[in-house]
């Protein structure tokens, strides 16, 4: 019997069990218009001095791969994240984003035509400003000397809405976890360096059966964040988020 577990942030993510080509179960499935995809995830050389793994697109019934693109690449040695990629679904596109820590992150969109084939443009990812007026940071409750109120928040490349989908495509249910049926919600807290980079993780709400602890190993993988700002200068704050875990 195959059973389904359900992740969250904030937002649910659903992680899919249903069987495709290949003989083996599909790391994620969606559809674009009526045709249905599904990827793989693929490890990279396991002598090479860096960790990388690979998301394959294949569109359903076809052993074909249509697309090879980075998940991430992870220094061995240190486990500093070099690269870190996640995926957006839209109605007719799929998205692929690559964020690097010296450079602006990358986006590779595929476009299903009226003839249900897939084209492919790639591009540098500018992201605007909010347009809209955004409510100030909440006072640092430790004194660390952030300001207590920010012009801009920090963001996530792409905004919060991607982060919570990087979050849903990297994080795992610890088997301890799914063993003793435990359910319920880490809320972590972590601070936006000046230059966008994350220190200082913190578990506010701890669950245990191994699930802060996966928590703060996808948080260390984030790419880096837009810092905050202040009178247009990047300041240091930080980012209180909770992360929920249900089983179905």
Known sequence: MITKYKLTVVLIFTLSTLGFAQNRKPDYVFKLGTINYFMNLSKGNAKAQNDTLFYNLYRNGSTKRIAKEIKHIVNRNTGDTLQAGYYVVLEKTISFFQTFKAKKTTQRVYTQNVNGLLSVKSGVLTIDPPKMPIPPMAPAADNTGYPEQVDIPAE?????????????????????????????????????????????????????????????????????????KRDGKAVKSYITMPISFNLN
Do not use: H
């Open 156 to 228: 996530f490349p792409g905004g919060m809405a991607r982060a919570r989908q990087f979050i849903g495509n990297n994080l795992e249910y610890p088997k301890k976890a799914i063993d003793a049926e435990i359910e319920g919600t880490v809320q972590a807290k972590f601070t936006i360096e000046l230059d966008g980079s994350i220190s200082n993780i913190e578990i506010v709400r701890s669950l245990g059966y191994g699930c802060d602890e996966e928590v703060i190993r996808v948080i260390k993988r984030m790419p880096k964040w837009a810092p905050a």
